[in-house]
């Protein structure tokens, strides 16, 4: 048995029938400008609870394929919007009958 290169085969050629530690290691991903990929958006909390549950949601569109963001923007919308509209049916205090609101200045 003979370790020599045979002639007229260059010595890369050898390497690639012998797998090394470089061929085994798996090749990196191709770049997919497709692919879903996080926006990186930074989100501040409102110190509302059910409003940042709401904006915390946004983040599964990251991951999502642009098809599917539409039903979390949707989803997200409603409760941003049930969030507001809960805020003019909360008790509170009547306003007295028979008096005029005042007027902002």
Known sequence: MNDSVPEGEPPEAT????PGP???AEPEPAYDPAAP???DVPRVPTGHADVDARLDRLA???H???D????VYED???GLRDALTALDVRPGAPAP?????AAPQ
């Not at 390497?15 to 012998?18: D, F, G, L, M, V």
């Not at 009958?97 to 609101?101: D, H, K, V």
């Open 22 to 24: 470089a061929a085994q």
């Open 97 to 101: 009958a028979g008096r005029p609101a």
């Open 37 to 39: 990929a996080p926006l």
């Open 76 to 78: 997200v919308h409603r």
């Open 60 to 62: 599964d569109a990251d």
């Open 64 to 66: 999502l394929a642009t």
């Open 15 to 18: 390497a690639a029938q012998e």
């Open 68 to 71: 599917g963001h539409l039903e």
